[in-house]
């Protein structure tokens, strides 16, 4: 009898817990991962500088390399780098920046990628993309999912919390992101993978109805395997559709207009994503987003991230050139200055103060 289902691509091993990076030698010691133990571990100069004195006795197989930031250049350095050796895998250990350095050299050189996150900033610690600096600004590049994540809690909250606040506004716009693309099936007759959208929009959710906080290990769970979802949906759908929409087209316009006074990914995407879901007619929904980014200490207005409103609605008008041909309720919609303004004052009083 024939499979009569598909493959889906995943990591052979999601490893998320407190402690976690105690049994890093165990998971990497896996034969699907290194027969060998030789392997190349890209860290930064930060927190995976840090950690390699911890890790570095249990690993003697490895080579490490410290990766100077996340430019195009910095990640074809280190792959040439690596492919001087001869290794089994490479392990991103670090924040985005690094994994996104490690993922795309190691898909230059042909290599597994095992991302050990330090961080939980947002969804590309699983994604089969990595976002890179270049001479036009910011690119994104296709690169395969990574076999292996580890996300040990304790380190995470030893990182600054603001890079966990800004996971919860990447994951929570994900809701609005499936909306969008829903209704780009209504309207335009795209096509919806219903498994990548099911499993983008249930981990938003996840983190939009639960309870606890920043500083609470069960939380902390839910996020980082939130954003694992997130990144693994994205691969389903081969490509960003179930967590990139209007909210994303927003964060993308603030990074291009005002790019040295832009705020972290996520706390343009929470605020996007709210404002968005006011724009589709869903208020309700979008003050219950609005009250949950606030309880997590996110912005939901432009001013609380040092944007004035005009600033904001000149973002909101811009968006749709960030992303050509993607079809959102901001194309559907094709607000002009005025209304938009006026569409904002009435999201302000719906939200409250």
């Known amino acids: ?51 390699r004195a911890r890790l570095e006795p249990t690993l003697p197989g490895a080579t ?64 089969p993309v990595a976002t890179l600096d270049n001479d036009a600004g910011r690119g994104s590049y296709g690169v395969p999912n990574p076999i292996a994540v580890v996300i040990d809690l304790n380190v995470i909250r030893e990182a600054p919390v603001r890079f966990v606040r800004s996971g919860i506004g990447d994951a929570i716009s994900n809701i609005s992101a499936v909306a969008d693309w829903e209704l780009a099936g209504r309207v335009k007759g795209e096509k919806i993978d219903g498994l990548a959208a099911a499993m983008a929009r249930q981990a938003g959710e996840a983190v939009l109805r639960h309870p606890g906080g920043v500083g609470d290990d069960g939380f902390l769970q839910v996020l980082a395997e939130a954003l694992v979802l997130t990144g693994i949906a994205m691969s389903v759908s081969g490509d960003s559709r179930p967590s990139s929409g209007a909210c994303h087209e927003i964060n993308h316009a603030f990074d291009l207009l005002y790019p040295k006074r832009a705020a972290a990914h996520g706390e343009q995407c929470g605020l996007g994503a709210a404002f968005a879901m006011y724009l589709r007619g869903a208020h309700e929904e979008s003050a219950y987003m609005a009250e949950v980014l606030r309880r997590h200490g996110l912005p939901v207005l432009p001013e609380e991230i040092g944007f004035t409103v005009d600033e904001f609605v000149r973002a909101v008008e811009f968006a749709p050139e960030t992303r050509p041909g993607r079809y959102t309720i901001l194309e559907h919609l094709d607000l002009k200055t005025d209304q938009i303004k006026d569409t904002y004052a009435d999201y302000v009083k719906a939200i409250g103060s």
């Open 1 to 51: 009898m024939p499979v009569l289902t598909r493959l889906i691509p995943s990591p052979v091993v999601v490893d998320i817990r407190p402690g976690a990076l105690d049994d890093l030698a165990c998971v990497l010691a896996d034969e699907r991962i290194s027969h060998s133990g030789k392997l190349a571990i890209a860290v930064s100069g930060g927190s995976g500088a840090r950690l």
């Open 64 to 127: 490490w390399y410290e990766v100077g930031g996340g430019t195009i250049d910095d990640a074809v350095r280190l792959a040439g780098d690596i492919k001087a050796g001869h290794f089994d895998a490479v392990v991103g250990l670090g924040g985005g920046k690094i994994i996104d350095c490690a993922k795309f050299a190691a898909a230059r050189v042909g290599l597994p990628l095992v991302a050990v996150a330090t961080n939980l900033a947002h969804d590309g610690l699983c994604s």
